[in-house]
């Protein structure tokens, strides 16, 4: 056995995660490079290489201006660092909107330049059909409902979802037309709390909330949300940590060392090999 085989097998499977359904609940965050992606792996059964990478490491105001090349960049980075989660790759704004041939080509060009075992798809109506043309032919899709941050310049912003009963009814038909699809679990995004738990008592595969209820069958937040290191952050997030306040005080206390010519010390820097005055040196030939 190969040990790029070897080391597939000892990952979570898609097969893993829908069996999850109603079981323990799925542990999943966001990565995007392989230093936090090896953090996270020991801990989480899915990793997301979200969209969301363009607005936490590429300052843009919105998702839409992430790139397929951004996406499989980042997957490649998350799939070195990771051993154990299975990693799901965002199909970026455009890439699975158009003809349902070129949203294939570009769900197989994720899959083989990053090794990742996944992609996940914003499942607005017009898209279902491509999704059940990707799964039917071989790609894992994993989908996602509620507030789709992809369709933030149609929807006016990023605003919960689902609080109104004919929108409520819109998401649901969503989750039934996605699951139809294939989708072999379900990111619930910022939606009412009632609604998130009504979508996971009547969905078959798990649901994977964000902003949307403690019923899911899973969790997922934004890695960098979750560590702090934001000065503002959605609602829905719980903050386990306050890196930017950390790294702030970091930076602070290296440019007082930097000014002050406290760095670096002796035990920082490389010094001459002591040797005798007037000792010759030897040149050691080459081999």
Known sequence: MSAHASAAESRFSVRDIRHRKGGAPLVCLT?????????????????????????????????VGVTLDMMILHGQAVMRGSRRALVVVDMPFGSCEGAPETAFANAVRILQDTGAQAVKVECAPAVIPNVRYLVERGVPVMGHVGLRPQAVLVEGGFRARGREEAERRQILEEMRAAVAAGVFALVVEGVAESLGSELTAQCPVPTIGIGASAACDGQILVTEDMLGLFETSPRFVRRYADLRALVASAAERYALDVAGRRFPASGETYFASKRRPGTPVVDIPAG
């Open 31 to 63: 990565a995007y490079s392989a230093p936090v992606a090896k953090l996270l792996d020991p801990h989480c059964d899915i990793l997301l290489v979200g969209d969301s990478v363009g607005m936490v490491l590429h300052g843009l105001p919105s998702t």
